[in-house]
């Protein structure tokens, strides 16, 4: 009876460890969904007011549509195999830093000031995490292509 338990453990544990795992499947949640689950997140980490979180969905809405489309479009540009010049890509970076500032200014009027301070220091922390990633990631990519050149 206690090797038919052990041996019911391992072929569960087995099975279990065996079950493929889908690297980059993401849920595929429409903008309203992205902003009701930021706003929340907001409510939690700054305590927001019932007024502060309606003025927070809709900008967090407008902002996830807005999103979704500039990513649709780059899609088809991958497919196109098309790349921006340095002209469009200065527009692009320019327009992305546009809307960071505008959203910044409707954060400070809707925030008082030690949320917004909150709010300020999570962004910057967000947005040098997401640059030690994409570092991250370009290395790996680097030393991807070099492998491959070394087996050729």
Do not use: Y
Not at 145 to 150: D, E, F, M
């Amino acid at each position: 009876m206690k090797n038919l338990l052990i041996a019911l453990l391992m072929t569960t544990a087995i099975s279990l460890s065996a079950q493929p795992f889908e690297k980059g499947e993401r849920p595929n949640f429409t903008p309203d969904q992205i902003a009701e689950l930021q706003t929340k997140k907001m409510t939690l980490h700054l305590e927001l007011t019932e007024n502060q979180q309606q003025q927070i969905l809709e900008i967090n809405k407008k902002n996830a549509v807005e999103r979704k489309q500039k990513m649709e479009e780059r899609k088809e540009l991958r497919k196109k195999g098309e790349k921006p010049n340095s002209e469009e890509l200065f527009k692009i970076k320019s327009e992305r830093l546009d809307k960071q500032i505008a959203h910044q200014g409707e954060m400070k009027t809707i925030l008082n000031e030690q949320q917004f301070e909150t709010w300020k220091k999570t962004s910057i922390r967000k947005k040098m995490q997401l640059k030690k990633r994409a570092k991250k990631h370009r290395k790996q990519k680097r030393l991807k292509a070099h492998k491959r050149n070394i087996k050729k």
